[in-house]
């Protein structure tokens, strides 16, 4: 079902319901991050094909918006069937993309459908209310007010490499259960597993320009998609220093923004530690740490320290290593400024007098797991996100100092505290300046339909299904005077 979307290895991009090439004729090469093997190329755009999209946008969406939300609910969920069934071939895509171990894949392919069937169940429950005068001091029951909530016209969807199928999904599912046009825009490393998924909602009949998508450089047309008069919505997920250039030249643009994250896990000496030490290794080094939610940082108090970093060590040395489509859990990272990026903080804490527990190695762009005890707030590592295999492990006094620690940093995403003492982990919890605070689990995003946000330089607004259909929707109410 995909033969529209390629030809020769050239992705071409959606536009108007068809698959067509840039009257440019550029494109961008994306190579694989395992073995630097040509995948394949995707377009790149120019400023006035963009206003083409958008101009297709505005028209579709008029029309989408009319559309009863049962229609869209049908076409979504048939989207999700769709998905559902290609699960294993879109999985294979990106893996080969971006070095994803292909389970991972599997299952970020299969959560995304999931995804896409419970926004358009939700969607069908969106529902308005009346208001009367009378309940207001001093009025008559005289007026009526009739209230619901209305799409705000086109969503700019701007999804990272890291999740392309399903952080994509997000911002594309709930935008059009509320009756919006979306113009996708993902990540140049992603783009393909992206279109993929464009070409599903396609599929499934999704009238032709209620899904655009525009690929490129963001350095070329990013800050022109952004500020592009027809914008009505940002959806953006990405690094802080990009979504606080977004927040800035934007203007009165409503948006909301999924940014970077150094959550800290806080063990506390009454923790089970066996299973604490498996939570920590597997969000601090799935998909080699390249999660926003990925632990990134471990506070443990110092009477149960020796034993947490016995245990982490014997975990962390169990990780496997290569290639995605192995059984494996460190795969390389997306590129070698990236792994570069990773090894000046490994250089950091060692000049500093950090203990090297595990790892220092690296070949290329392939980080093997790195594991550091005794860092101190001096180290780069303890506040930088390194969005790599790099654990770093903190050593505290008491819970005050823990909570100290964690919240002195620039980001507040998640958390996670680790106790049998739920006294002790309310009140760590109440005091973290952060989204989400895990409790005796690692930092994580889901399930779904749980809030996600996340404070200070950690993002802007709230997702999860029900909040990401309430932020690209607005209020509006018509009044009956009686």
Same mark, same amino acid.
């Given at each position: 079902?995909?033969?529209?979307?390629?030809?020769?290895?050239?992705?071409?991009?959606?536009?108007?319901?068809?698959?067509?090439?840039?009257?440019?004729?550029?494109?961008?090469?994306?190579?694989?991050?395992?073995?630097?093997?040509?995948?394949?190329?995707?377009?790149?755009?120019?400023?006035?094909?963009?206003?083409?999209?958008?101009?297709?946008?505005?028209?579709?969406?008029?029309?989408?918006?009319?559309?009863?939300?049962?229609?869209?609910?049908?076409?979504?969920?048939?989207?999700?069937?769709?998905?559902?069934?290609?699960?294993?071939?879109?999985?294979?895509?990106?893996?080969?993309?971006?070095?994803?171990?292909?389970?991972?894949?599997?299952?970020?392919?299969?959560?995304?459908?999931?995804?896409?069937?419970?926004?358009?169940?939700?969607?069908?429950?969106?529902?308005?209310?009346?208001?009367?005068?009378?309940?207001?001091?001093?009025?008559?029951?005289?007026?009526?007010?009739?209230?619901?909530?209305?799409?705000?016209?086109?969503?700019?969807?701007?999804?990272?490499?890291?999740?392309? $199928?399903?952080?994509? *999904? =997000?911002?594309?599912?709930?935008? !059009? #259960?509320?009756?919006?046009? &979306?113009?996708?825009?993902?990540? +140049?490393?992603?783009?393909?597993?992206?279109?993929?998924?464009?070409?599903?909602?396609?599929?499934?009949?999704?009238?032709?320009?209620?899904?655009?998508? $525009?690929?490129?450089? *963001? =350095?070329?047309?990013?800050?022109? !998609? #952004?500020?592009?008069?027809? &914008?009505?919505?940002?959806?953006? +997920?990405?690094?802080?220093?990009?979504?606080?250039?977004?927040?800035?030249?934007?203007?009165?643009?409503?948006?909301?923004?999924?940014?970077?994250?150094?959550?800290?896990?806080?063990?506390?000496?009454?923790?089970?530690?066996?299973?604490?030490?498996?939570?920590?290794?597997?969000?601090?080094?799935?998909?080699?740490?390249?999660?926003?939610?990925?632990?990134?940082?471990?506070?443990?108090?110092?009477?149960?320290?020796?034993?947490?970093?016995?245990?982490?060590?014997?975990?962390?040395?169990?990780?496997?290593?290569?290639?995605?489509?192995?059984?494996?859990?460190?795969?390389?990272?997306?590129?070698?400024?990236?792994?570069?990026?990773?090894?000046?903080?490994?250089?950091?804490?060692?000049?500093k007098g950090a203990t090297l527990i595990v790892g220092n190695k690296r070949k290329e762009n392939l980080m093997y797991p790195t594991l550091f005890d005794n860092v101190t707030a001096d180290m780069r590592i303890a506040w930088e996100e390194p969005?790599?295999?790099?654990?770093?492990?903190?050593?505290?006094?008491?819970?005050?100092?823990?909570?100290?620690?964690?919240?002195?940093?620039?980001?507040?995403?998640?958390?996670?505290?680790?106790?049998?003492?739920?006294?002790?982990?309310?009140?760590?919890?109440?005091?973290?300046?952060?989204?989400?605070?895990?409790?005796?689990?690692?930092?994580?995003?889901?399930?779904?339909?749980?809030?996600?946000?996340?404070?200070?330089?950690?993002?802007?607004?709230?997702?999860?299904?029900?909040?990401?259909?309430?932020?690209?929707?607005?209020?509006?109410?018509?009044?009956?005077?009686?």
């Amino acid at each position: 079902m995909f033969e529209n979307i390629s030809s020769n290895g050239v992705y071409k991009n959606l536009f108007d319901g068809k698959w067509v090439e840039s009257k440019t004729n550029k494109t961008i090469e994306t190579h694989s991050p395992y073995d630097g093997s040509l995948i394949g190329k995707v377009q790149a755009l120019s400023k006035e094909e963009v206003d083409e999209i958008f101009k297709s946008s505005r028209t579709a969406q008029k029309k989408w918006g009319e559309t009863p939300i049962n229609e869209r609910a049908r076409i979504m969920r048939k989207a999700a069937d769709i998905l559902d069934d290609n699960a294993e071939y879109i999985a294979k895509i990106l893996s080969n993309e971006i070095a994803k171990d292909l389970k991972s894949s599997l299952s970020e392919v299969k959560r995304t459908a999931d995804f896409i069937r419970f926004t358009a169940n939700e969607g069908t429950h969106m529902e308005g209310e009346a208001i009367n005068s009378d309940n207001f001091p001093g009025s008559k029951k005289d007026k009526l007010s009739l209230v619901e909530r209305v799409p705000l016209g086109i969503v700019l969807a701007i999804s990272p490499f890291n999740y392309p $199928v399903n952080l994509s *999904g =997000s911002k594309v599912a709930p935008a !059009l #259960i509320a009756g919006n046009s &979306v113009v996708l825009k993902p990540s +140049t490393t992603g783009a393909i597993s992206a279109l993929h998924l464009a070409e599903i909602f396609n599929a499934a009949g999704l009238p032709a320009g209620v899904l655009n998508t $525009v690929t490129g450089k *963001g =350095s070329e047309i990013g800050d022109y !998609l #952004i500020t592009h008069e027809e &914008v009505n919505f940002i959806n953006f +997920t990405g690094s802080s220093a990009v979504g606080k250039h977004i927040s800035k030249i934007a203007g009165m643009i409503p948006m909301v923004l999924e940014l970077g994250g150094k959550d800290a896990a806080i063990v506390l000496e009454d923790a089970n530690l066996e299973t604490t030490a498996k939570s920590i290794v597997s969000g601090a080094y799935g998909y080699s740490g390249q999660r926003c939610t990925a632990v990134k940082r471990v506070l443990v108090m110092d009477k149960v320290a020796d034993e947490l970093v016995e245990l982490v060590t014997k975990k962390v040395k169990e990780l496997k290593v290569g290639n995605p489509f192995d059984d494996v859990t460190i795969t390389p990272l997306i590129d070698n400024k990236a792994a570069d990026y990773v090894q000046t903080l490994i250089d950091d804490a060692i000049e500093k007098g950090a203990t090297l527990i595990v790892g220092n190695k690296r070949k290329e762009n392939l980080m093997y797991p790195t594991l550091f005890d005794n860092v101190t707030a001096d180290m780069r590592i303890a506040w930088e996100e390194p969005f790599g295999p790099v654990l770093p492990i903190i050593r505290v006094k008491s819970m005050d100092e823990a909570i100290e620690l964690a919240n002195r940093s620039e980001y507040g995403l998640q958390s996670a505290v680790f106790t049998e003492n739920m006294h002790d982990a309310f009140y760590i919890a109440n005091k973290l300046d952060v989204g989400t605070v895990q409790v005796n689990n690692k930092p994580e995003r889901g399930p779904d339909h749980f809030p996600f946000l996340g404070t200070k330089s950690s993002g802007m607004g709230t997702q999860g299904i029900r909040y990401s259909i309430e932020a690209m929707t607005r209020h509006k109410s018509i009044v009956l005077n009686l």
